[in-house]
């Protein structure tokens, strides 16, 4: 897949056919929005694209309200390109760019720019200043500006919007098991290992504690769950806690911490993966070290159960 940043690189690709969106999460719904553009493609020997924007438009153009990412920019990247995804264009979206008009989107952007000969878009999708661009826009220009457009019909899209409301409800619920169903994969947390107050390693369960790549993405509920972590290139079992650690710290900042099963390598400024697949408990507080660790033994038990059982 050939990544291009913003617009100055020359784009090259042969009969292009482009899709638009941020696809947060790249869930079972996009996945199908890029396997529907890669069909299109090679029904005229063209190839895929897709432009999509970073950071979200909702953290530039809605900054008082926060917004949850379900996924890292560079995950989404390398899962873009494992789903066949040919080209894509990530336009850095700013206030700027936010009041382009439809129409200068399409003939600057999408034809002059791209050279588009087909479009894939939802029904329902709006673009260009106070979104004015839509399937219909598309259709009045389409023939003057030699493209065609391809609409994906309403009953697909409106279940990609109910997969994120329910992936994010999912998610906030500590229902991994349920957003990982609308995501077709386990949802994922990817950061870099930074340096904790190591009290993990004087109970015999040291732990990494996890600083997330991108700052917005949404959190599971607090609790422990049974994960898969990959790090140093290898994949191994473990028990990730999402919590503010009652029994250790009062007044204690949220924090993400794993426990990786038969390992024992330093990690600091590791990148690692982090994939749930189970949420075992609540997080408690405990009225001594001693009950704390009789407890995270009894959740090692019921994680290597659950993964035994699962494979």
Known sequence: M???????TEFNCKNPVVTIGTFDGLHIGHQKIIQRVREEAQKINGESVLLTFYPHPR??????????????HEDKLMELEAL???????LPFTNELSTMSAYDFIKDILVAHINLKKIVLGYDHHFGNNREGNIEFLNKHAQSMGFDVIEIPAKEIDEIKISSTKIREAIRNGEIEKASKFLGKPYEITGTVIKGNQLGRTIGYPTANINPIESLQLLPKIGVYAVKIKVLHQIYFGMLNIGLRPTVEENGQMKLEVH????????????????????????????SIEALKAQIEEDEIITRSYFMHLD
């Open 2 to 8: 050939k990544i291009y940043k913003g617009l100055e």
């Open 59 to 72: 953290s530039i153009l809605n900054s008082e309200n926060s917004i949850s990412l379900l996924q890292a």
């Open 84 to 90: 066949g995804l040919q080209h894509l264009i990530v």
């Open 260 to 287: 990786i099963f038969d390992f024992s390598e330093h990690l600091y400024g590791e990148k690692i993966q982090v994939h749930l697949y189970e949420r075992i408990r609540n997080e408690q507080n405990f009225a």
